[in-house]
């Protein structure tokens, strides 16, 4: 019988989406899913992390380099974690052979991570290992209620959030098309953006949240013919510096939101490495405009 072919563009066809290669052969079975340059390697590439001074950004940024990709971590903060993470992620990349740097950036800048990221990606062109990561993970949380809310606050959560999300997915965008070597772009969203969480209002959050689940469908059907995919991942509560200073002043949420879950505990940054290396690799490669949401099944009880 002969074969099903895969798409219905022919060579005339203006529209017909390029794919590259190592995408081609990993759906076609090619790549071992267990071996070294398998079918989730990042093997001569380049990752922008972005929010990756600490928590789930540096945890996802060593998950990349253990997968064979050189990183870039992009943060707010003049300097990454002083905690050991940043040291062992370093190191980790040193033991592979692969570089792992931190640059200073705010995200909400367009020009500022428009002219970071173009270099960046410039540079690893150069280099023979171009950038087809972006994972972005910088964010901000602020509860407030309805009734006391300021609009300035919910301003810049909208504008940390969903403005910062949109400038950082624009710049790993032009620079994706630039070098035509297409990529994943990957946002962390929450599973705030579908549900509103019980004993913690925070609008603001949840909306930007929400806004970001759009933002990945929209973009994800315009960088299509660009070979560029985005996703989404949307955890549940994660033991990170930000849940850390929520609950520094309202303890009692941690009991609260234990119980929120079939699972009866929070999450930790670790257990997103194995969905942000599938995200970025060849193994999820007809999958674009979705999300992972990753809760301890928060949303399903
Ligand atoms: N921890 C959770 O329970 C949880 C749950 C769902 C989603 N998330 C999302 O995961 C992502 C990572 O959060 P985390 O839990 O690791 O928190 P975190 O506070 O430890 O990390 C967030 C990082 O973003 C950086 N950042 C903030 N504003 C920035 C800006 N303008 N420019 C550049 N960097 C900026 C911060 O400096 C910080 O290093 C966030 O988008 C957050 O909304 C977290």
Known sequence: MAPIPTS???PVDDHRIPVQDAVMAAAAGERSVVEGDGLFALKNSTSVVTGGARGIGLTLAAALVEAGSHVVCLDLLDEPSSEPDWLMFKARAKELGLTARYVQADITDALQINTVVSEIADEAASLGRPLNTMLHAAGVQKPGTVFDCDPAHFDWVMRVNVTGTFIVTQAAARAMRKHKSGGSIILIASMSGYISNRGLYCTAYNSSKAAV???CRSTAVELAEHNVRVNTISPGYVNTKMVEQLLQ?????????T??????????????????VFLASGASSFMTGADLRMDGGHCAW
């Open 8 to 10: 219905t563009a022919g």
């Open 249 to 257: 002043k309202e303890p009692a949420l941690l009991g609260q939101w």
């Open 213 to 215: 689940h759009q933002l």
């Open 259 to 276: 119980n929120d879950n079939p699972m009866h505990r929070i999450g930790e940054p670790s257990e997103f490495k194995g969905a942000a």
